[in-house]
T-cell receptor, first 117, second 112 residues
């Protein structure tokens, strides 16, 4: 069965510093996608970044990058130059690219990031 | 601009009542999903649909049903609301299996 593990329930980072949020995943499938979403206190789910299992380059989107280590089954999110507005809950998620449940997201339990001024 | 909306945003209902949560998207996406979010569990999939007349059960489907009569809408029905169904419900849609899902703003449901 597929599973996403986020081992950091909460983290603090100083403004303008970089922070890494950990995510490990478990699947025996070869074709899958990894996603990160941000959920601020207002409650909406905001898509941040996507990495396909066959992508050789790590995905980047502005200040967000995904450190993809396939052999270790990890997909850590790196936020550079943290801002106060980055304070939020962050969810790692995975989807399979084939089969009866293709495209369905399996979420981790999230990491609450707090950025200190 | 395309969007995905949910209504109502907040709902209080009594145990045993039937409740329907609406989800409407104007992205013209074939794939639509319902999740619930509870403290300590993250988001869990309730039901999903890959197109009109297609519906499938997710991880936590007991006590819920959906129907898909058109591309834009996927209403979620709680047949007989239970206190355990107090939660925040999110609807989402996506273009295909490898694309990001766009989420609605959520519905906070309280069952008393």
């Amino acid at each position: 069965a597929q599973k996403i593990t986020q081992t950091q329930p909460g983290m603090f980072v100083q403004e303008k510093e970089a922070v890494t949020l950990d995510c490990t995943y478990d699947t025996s499938d070869q074709s899958y996608g990894l996603f990160w979403y941000k959920q601020p206190s207002s409650g909406e789910m905001i898509f941040l970044i996507y990495q396909g299992s066959y992508d050789e380059q790590n995905a980047t989107e502005g200040r967000y990058s995904l450190n993809f280590q396939k052999a270790r089954k990890s997909a850590n999110l790196v936020i550079s130059a943290s801002q106060l507005g980055d304070s939020a809950m962050y969810f790692c998620a995975m989807s399979l690219n084939y089969g009866g449940s293709q495209g369905n997201l399996i979420f981790g339990k999230g990491t609450k990031l707090s950025v200190k001024p | 601009d395309a969007e995905i909306t949910q209504s109502p945003r907040h709902k209080i209902t009594e145990t045993g009542r039937q409740v329907t949560l609406a989800c409407h998207q104007t992205w013209n996406h074939n794939n639509m999903f319902w999740y619930r979010q509870d403290l300590g569990h993250g988001l869990r999939l309730i039901h999903y649909s890959y197109g009109v007349q297609d519906t499938n059960k997710g991880e936590v489907s007991d006590g819920y049903s959906v129907s898909r009569s058109n591309t834009e809408d996927l209403p979620l029905t709680l047949e007989s609301a239970a206190s355990s169904q107090t939660s925040v419900y999110f609807c989402a849609s996506s273009e295909d299996y490898s694309a990001e899902q766009y989420f609605g703003p959520g519905t906070r449901l309280t069952v008393t």
